[in-house]
């Protein structure tokens, strides 16, 4: 059974900074592209930024600059740096695990809430 637990959301004024993290259950993580993903009310979920198994990185242009992805493998845990936050990135953030190379999986966590304030 794999699990991916993310934590670190909460409430935060614009212009200030959060560390999302996402822990790895299971034998995956090593083997796996991890992703975070977030969801704001109306609105479809958005990749935000991923970093593959070889530690290759890729964000949306609407966090470049801001927001960095990090993982640390002995501890199977995934890390989002948000800096200089917007309003605009009030969302649900979910960590998701994939592969699509054999062995293919994809798992979700169960999200965390980031409320930005103007």
């Known amino acids: 059974q794999v699990q991916l637990v993310e934590s670190g959301g909460g409430l935060v004024q614009a212009g200030g900074s959060l560390r999302l993290s996402c822990a790895a259950s299971?034998?995956?993580?090593?083997?796996?592209?991890i992703g975070w993903y977030r969801q704001a009310p109306g609105k479809q979920r958005e990749l935000v930024a991923q970093?593959?198994?070889?530690?290759?990185?890729n964000s949306a242009d609407s966090v470049k600059g801001r927001f960095t992805i990090s993982r640390d493998n002995a501890k199977s845990t995934v890390y989002l740096q948000m800096n200089s936050l917007k309003p605009e990135d009030t969302a649900v953030y979910y960590c998701?695990?994939?592969?699509?190379?054999?062995?293919?999986?994809?798992?979700w966590g169960q999200g965390t809430q980031v409320t930005v304030s103007s």
């Open positions: 299971g034998r995956i993580f090593s083997i796996a592209a």
């Open positions: 998701n695990a994939e592969r699509k190379t054999m062995p293919t999986f994809s798992y």
């Open positions: 970093i593959t198994s070889g530690g290759s990185t």
